[in-house]
């Protein structure tokens, strides 16, 4: 029998406190605990998704603790654990991920540990994929199985294989794509990785599909379905998937009865396990099929019942399912839903932001309605006053000589009324065009508010950051035509008030009213809508990259801009901050695309851009331009 002593009691009070400690650290006491138990509580919290800030505070404090150490693999497993985090929680741009990933390689070098380095090479090049930097993935790739090979490390050679076709798949070239997970399937198999076997075969599904040999696609899926049956059972999604993946093939094959079948069962199979509710997108599948196969009805339940459940996920950028769902609306003669959602399906074809070609595409549809607008209102002022002239002429032909006096009086009055109509068109016509860049404002405003839900489920932090500068800059834009809208002149814009209006929203988006603090010191000054949309969009970037980068650690700071013009046709806009500049020896941050959007538009308004980093940022434009208001 054991005796309890009050020792023994004492000891167990001290692990227990111990323990409860290293499972609930904070920054002060993870201060206190050994390096490797704060190594193994990140290990333990990096896939929960909770108290994300706490997390990335200790973690950077174990790696400076680390770093003291010099101890190459203790400071490499620390960076792993962190690019692990950060690509769990997408918190951070995927540039974050591959920096710990590279330095985690180059220690895990130093001590010359080969079946590390060749995982981490694996894992870097999914990184790499990640941030589009494909040729380093391939190259890293390429280091990794060479590794394998020299350790007759064959699960290891399998898996790097595999993801060497995915890479190749994401690359376009599904020759090379099919090529590698040939090669990986043999060695997955003998190390009886039979989940990786059965998920490689949808890159062969798909390579053969997109090669047009549609029979090698449709055995890549027998197999696929054969090895979850006999071998994999627990994976009960991989023949969801299946089925989805061969049903896109007999689509390309125009094997639409075989897809129908395919796109049913991986429905049925999805909602056998998950529940009719979450697998209710699988059925826009089945719907393309019976709008393909002209039963409208069938196809309407279908595709309506889709759209229904991307839409209650927040998931409202699809494109493909809105045109199916608005085809079949008008196979019915249901117009009014025919167009309202080939209008959604319009909208989000433009509002899907593919960088500096989705931006200037609608910036041009913007532009070209206006013009057609005010091109129809020119049109319509010249046949009103040719109209005029010539009943005018006629008049005074037919009247000069019998009935002077009357036709003068008649001559005014018919003036008179001409004005009258003239102005009251053209008063609706102003009204008309209000409206149109009230319309266009408030497109806009959804076209943001799209945007900001979609950010809202993206967990890639890179891709999340570039939908949030897309929503800035839709903002910039709908802020000029709110402007037109609500001023007395259609055709120009107070650039102060604008520039005021621009910075309040940015702040907003960034949430730095009480940080940050934007100037602006300049005279009132109007512009055509022509220049002040470019500026708009320059300062948009420049105020975006501030509040980014320019204050760290939640510093205060003061941002100043200023827009002036001098001769007659000359503008220098300045904005500039006292915030910490750009640093020597680190490489910028973010994708670039803001850069050159700048560059694009400065040439654009025949300018030239200087830029100085002494003492925080200063930018100066001087731009040349034809007219402003």
């Not at 089945?286 to 279908?302: E, M, P, S, T, V």
């Not at 949430?511 to 109007?526: G, H, Q, T, W």
Request: proline share 1%; aromatic share 8%; glycine share 4%.
């Amino acid at each position: 029998m054991i005796k309890i002593t009050l020792s023994t009691l004492v000891a167990f009070f001290l692990i227990c406190a111990v323990y409860s400690q290293s499972n609930n650290l904070n920054l002060e006491s993870a201060n206190l605990q050994p390096i490797d138990s704060c190594l193994s509580w990140m290990r333990k919290n990096a896939y929960t998704g909770k108290d994300l800030d706490n997390f990335h505070s200790i973690a950077l404090l174990t790696l400076n603790r680390s770093l003291k150490t010099n101890n190459p693999k203790l400071i490499a497993e620390v960076h792993e654990e962190i690019a692990n985090w950060h690509g769990y929680n997408g918190t951070f741009s995927p540039d974050s991920i591959v920096h710990h990933s590279e330095k985690a390689l180059e220690n895990y070098i130093k001590i010359e540990d080969k079946k590390k380095i060749a995982g981490t090479y694996r894992t870097l090049a999914i990184d790499y994929m990640n941030v589009r930097k494909l040729d380093k993935a391939q190259d890293v790739l390429f280091k990794a199985i060479h590794l394998y090979e020299e350790l007759e490390d064959e699960a290891g050679l399998g898996s790097a294989y595999r993801t060497l076709g995915v890479l190749y798949e994401v690359m376009e070239e599904p020759k090379k794509a099919i090529e590698y997970i040939n090669k990986a399937i043999p060695i997955l198999e003998k190390t009886e990785n039979f989940a990786s076997v059965a998920i490689a075969q949808f890159s062969l599904i798909k390579g053969y599909g997109e090669l047009g040999e549609f029979e090698k696609a449709y055995k890549a899926a027998d197999y696929c379905l054969e090895i979850v049956k006999t071998k994999a059972a627990e994976e009960v999604f991989i023949p969801v998937r299946a089925h989805s993946y061969r049903g896109e093939v007999y689509v390309k094959a125009k094997d639409y009865n075989n897809a129908l079948k395919d796109f049913i069962k991986a429905w049925e199979l999805c909602t056998a396990n998950i529940g009719e509710e979450r697998c209710a997108t699988y059925r826009t599948e089945i719907g393309q099929i019976y709008l393909l196969q002209k039963d409208y009805k069938k196809a309407l339940n279908h595709l309506s019942a889709g759209v229904e459940a991307y839409e209650s996920k927040g998931q409202t950028s699809i494109v493909t399912q809105y045109e199916d769902l608005a085809k079949c609306y008008e196979k019915l003669g249901d117009f009014e839903n025919a167009l309202l959602y080939q209008n959604k399906a319009h909208t989000n074809t433009v509002n899907n932001l593919e960088g500096k070609i989705e931006n200037i595409k609608a910036e041009t549809i913007v532009k070209y309605e206006t013009e057609k607008k005010d091109e129809a209102l020119a049109s319509q002022a010249l046949l009103l006053d040719q109209k005029t002239k010539t009943q005018s002429l006629i008049i005074a032909v037919a009247l000069l000589l019998s009935l002077l006096l009357l036709s003068l009086l008649y001559f005014f009055n018919k003036n008179k009324k001409a004005t009258k109509i003239i102005r009251a068109k053209n008063a609706e016509n102003e009204l008309l065009l209000k409206e149109i860049h009230h319309r266009v404002k408030n497109n806009l405003e959804m076209v943001k508010s799209l945007i900001a839900l979609q950010s809202a489920k993206i967990e890639d932090s890179a891709t999340r950051e570039a939908m949030i500068a897309s929503q800035n800059r839709v903002q910039s834009m709908g802020i000029i035509h709110q402007k037109l809208y609500q001023g007395d002149n259609l055709g120009s814009i107070e650039m102060k008030d604008y520039f005021l209006n621009l910075s309040e929203g940015i702040l907003d988006t960034f949430n730095a009213e009480d940080k940050v603090k934007i100037k602006c010191a300049m005279d009132n000054l109007n512009l055509d809508v022509d220049t002040a949309v470019p500026i708009g969009l320059i300062v948009n970037e420049l105020l975006t990259n501030a509040l980014k980068y320019a204050f760290p650690e939640n510093e205060k700071g003061e941002i100043s801009i200023s827009l002036e013009k001098f001769d007659r046709n000359r503008l220098r806009l300045k904005v500039s901050d006292n915030g910490i500049g750009k640093q020597k020896d680190i490489a910028p941050k973010g994708t670039g695309f803001g850069s050159q959007l700048v560059q694009l538009l400065t040439q654009q308004l025949n300018g030239k851009m200087t830029e100085k980093t002494e003492k925080g940022t200063y930018v100066e434009f001087d731009f040349l331009i034809d007219t402003a208001a």
